[in-house]
């Protein structure tokens, strides 16, 4: 069975915020940004979210059940809670909203698989991109223009 704080480790330095020194969307970028262009990819987002999946399936069994979702949501509750820019909240281009057990479980079962974690980084970087340049750079997250 993996630690428990390994994956609250993992998602706390990955799914985090969108806030940090260098304003809005800069972590996410930093954390997300896989060869450093300054842009994340569905692909790069695909690969990483790869990496979060496997930090919270704690049995291995190939899903993300009720009780490592809790500990899914604790962590990035933690995050948010420590990052998250005034204003961004609950809305609609928060990263860790993508994140959520209802969004993912796209079959309805309850769990998610790791199929359905890793499908749903396509929507979940357009839902981010608020240009709808197919990529999320930190332009996404500033001011409204």
Avoid at 13 to 25: H, K, M, R
Avoid at 34 to 59: C, I, K, M, P
Wanted: charged content about 30%; overall charge negative; some cysteine.
């Amino acid at each position: 069975m993996k630690s428990i704080t390994l994956g609250a480790a993992l998602i706390l330095a990955t799914v985090g915020s969108c806030f940090a020194a260098e304003g809005p969307g800069a972590h996410f970028i930093e954390n997300w940004d896989l060869n450093g262009d300054g842009a994340v990819t569905a692909e790069e987002a695909r690969e990483r979210r790869g990496n979060v999946f496997a930090s919270f399936d704690a049995n291995d069994d190939g899903f993300l059940d009720a009780e490592e979702y809790v500990l899914f949501d604790e962590a990035r509750a933690q995050d948010q809670a420590e990052n998250e820019p005034k204003g961004l909240g609950k809305g609609a281009r928060n990263p860790a909203n993508g994140m959520r057990l209802e969004v993912n479980d796209t079959d309805g079962d309850g769990k998610v698989s790791e199929a359905e974690f890793l499908d749903n980084s396509a929507s979940w970087i357009e839902m981010i991109d608020r240009n709808g340049d197919g990529v999320v750079t930190v332009a996404d997250f500033g001011p409204r223009g």
